[in-house]
């Protein structure tokens, strides 16, 4: 798992980053005006082992798979630095 910060001047290129980011698969996790916390979530590696439950158990394979849980592949902090 990685962690970013990313510092910005400009109160645009704060909003365009944040819609660019959740362009990419990251996840909003919190906002304020001044910064946003952002993770990128990593998918699950047990494609093979969800189509044997799921074959197995007519479908009930999926809903196993959507409660796996997902690791936090990256973290990202945008700050918005403004100067007076």
Known sequence: MTKHIRYVSNTNEFYHLIKSYQ???YMLIS?????AYLIKRKKHDADFLVFLLTFWSLGIGNLIYRLLPTRIEEKLILQL???Y
């Open 23 to 25: 362009a990419l698969n």
């Open 31 to 35: 906002y304020h005006s001044y910064n």
């Open 81 to 83: 630095q403004i100067k």
